[in-house]
């Protein structure tokens, strides 16, 4: 592509503030649109990632708590230990 092309592309894109997906012999390839939309959609997905990952290293934590709480090291031979091991 040439410059004056993609220049026109970014006017239209800015006239209409639409996005287009642009398709080669039929099949979806890219999509062209705003910067700014793009990071309005991009940025929940990228925060709940963020989110999901955070929780996941909380609750092993916390099960690593629990299984220290849980097992008894002194316990006589003839009484189970009982642990919890994180999945």
């Known amino acids: 592509m040439n410059e004056p092309y993609l220049d026109n592309l970014f006017r239209i894109l800015k006239l209409t503030g639409g996005k287009y997906i642009i398709v080669e012999d039929g099949v979806p390839k890219a999509v062209l649109m705003d910067y700014d939309e793009f990071q309005k959609l ?40 009982i642990t919890i091991e994180p999945l």
């Open 42 to 81: 991009a940025m929940p997905q990228a925060t709940e990632k963020i989110a999901e990952r955070i929780n996941e290293v909380i609750t092993r934590a916390q099960l690593l708590d629990l299984r220290e709480e849980v097992v008894v090291p002194d316990a006589p031979e003839a009484e189970e230990n």
